[in-house]
């Protein structure tokens, strides 16, 4: 059997986004991605991280990663090359372990949104081509470098970036009867063992090409590319995940069940002298509850206690809402439900923030839950909101629906 080695590097220094290597990223730590990717492969024999920070190692181990090593900090700055860190696990790997693999895959974590199957189909073309060196990852490059140009002052002429041996200018033509060009991506590099060592190179001469959808195109670098890429891991595109696959939105919704606390009131509650509490809750919710029923969906809350503010806030809302089943029985309650309006759970959106509610995710068939949502329930949703609980989450969900509708 080939010896297939998912090398996954992850320093501990970032400056654009500290810690972003083990930050949660759609409920996961963002190594976690690349990890899972590499177990879902049936290629890759072993998954090592290299970093230089303790915590990352240890939330890499705690994903079923390998850190038998930490990285030199030489080779953990920011203007560090990929280079240096593969020689160095391969000659720990060979001087402590005797380990010497054939592949080196590198799983960049900050492309972790892949396609399935990438990884085995980059192995199978560097094990179908045997002058293949290296094989990378590319989509089509979203600006066409033919109508590029270069000039060293600003005040001499420009000269074309590129020039085509039948086109005079390339430069004016349609883009269809140009060239067709690629953008390496940091999805995926597979890499001959020998490519490394006998020719002091990461990518040798000949680099096969594994072509992935443009959409898949993803590079986090700020703040911004992170939460613009989370949304496209709760847009239902497939793609491999730490945890199960999410579902996207039905096309057809006919029931929206949310819970309460937490999802239409912040989760705070003020107590006066007497032990009268009060809860806070967002107009906005209210807004979009006639449009829903006018559309056929109805909106119903299910709360575990036993609360006059449950009711009350109903009424005032519209909809109906049943509470006080108890912390365990949420989701034979809805199931109850569903029976009873002869619903069929694939048509039932849930929109949930709390332990308690993931047993309705199991059930409905689009879990959703608010921005700030407890960990595990973020990992389990189908979506996550970008509002949180209490100001006006129901009211963005009931957006989205209607949107789709």
């Not at 269809?176 to 940091?186: A, E, S």
């Not at 491999?240 to 039905?250: D, E, F, L, T």
């Not at 809805?334 to 949930?352: D, H, P, Q, T, W």
């Not at 068939?365 to 700030?372: E, F, H, I, L």
């Amino acid at each position: 059997m080939t010896e297939i080695l998912a090398l996954i590097p992850a320093r501990g220094g970032s400056k654009g986004i500290p810690r972003k290597n083990i930050r949660s990223f759609a409920g996961w730590p963002l190594i976690a991605w690349s990890i899972a990717a590499a177990q879902q492969s049936k290629y890759v024999t072993r998954i090592i991280v290299s970093t230089d920070d303790e915590e990352i190692a240890a939330v890499a181990r705690e994903y079923g990663a390998e850190t038998p090593f930490l990285r030199p900090a030489e080779f953990a700055q920011d203007k560090s090359t990929d280079m240096p860190l593969f020689e160095h696990a391969l000659a720990w790997l060979a001087e402590h372990e005797g380990y010497h693999p054939e592949v080196v895959v590198q799983l960049r974590p900050t492309s972790p949104v892949r396609p399935r199957g990438l990884i085995d189909d980059a192995i199978q073309i560097l094990l179908d081509h045997p002058d293949a060196d290296c094989v990378r990852g590319v989509v089509p490059s979203g600006q066409n470098p033919f109508k590029m140009w270069r000039f060293d002052d600003p005040k001499q002429p420009m000269k074309p970036l590129l020039t085509v041996d039948s086109l005079a200018e390339p430069y004016n033509a349609p883009r269809q009867i140009l060239p067709p060009t690629y953008w390496q991506t940091g999805h995926i590099d597979a890499i001959r063992v020998s490519t490394i060592l006998e020719r002091h190179t990461l990518t040798g001469n000949v680099i096969y090409p594994l072509v992935i959808d443009s959409k898949y195109t993803v590079d986090i670098d700020t703040l911004p590319d992170w939460a613009k890429y989370e949304a496209l891991v709760y847009s239902g595109l497939e793609m491999v995940s730490p945890g199960k696959a999410r579902r996207p939105m039905p096309d057809s919704v006919k029931m929206v069940v949310t819970d309460f606390d937490g999802v239409i009131t912040d989760g705070r509650v003020w107590v006066n002298g007497d032990g009268v509490e009060t809860v806070a809750a967002s107009r906005a919710d209210s807004m979009r509850i006639k449009q829903m029923r006018a559309a056929g969906i109805e909106v119903m809350i299910l709360s575990s206690e036993v609360d006059n503010v449950v009711s009350a806030r109903a009424r005032k809302m519209g909809i109906q809402a049943i509470h006080g089943m108890g912390l365990d029985g949420k989701g034979k309650v809805l199931k109850n439900i569903l029976a009873e309006k002869n619903l069929n759970a694939s048509e039932v959106v849930y929109l949930g923030n709390d332990f308690n509610d993931l047993p309705c995710f199991d059930v409905a068939g689009w879990a959703v839950a608010v921005a700030d949502a407890y960990p595990e329930v973020l990992r389990a949703a189908d979506y996550v909101l970008k509002t949180n609980g209490g100001f006006g989450a129901l009211r963005e969900l009931c957006d989205l629906i209607l949107k789709n509708k």
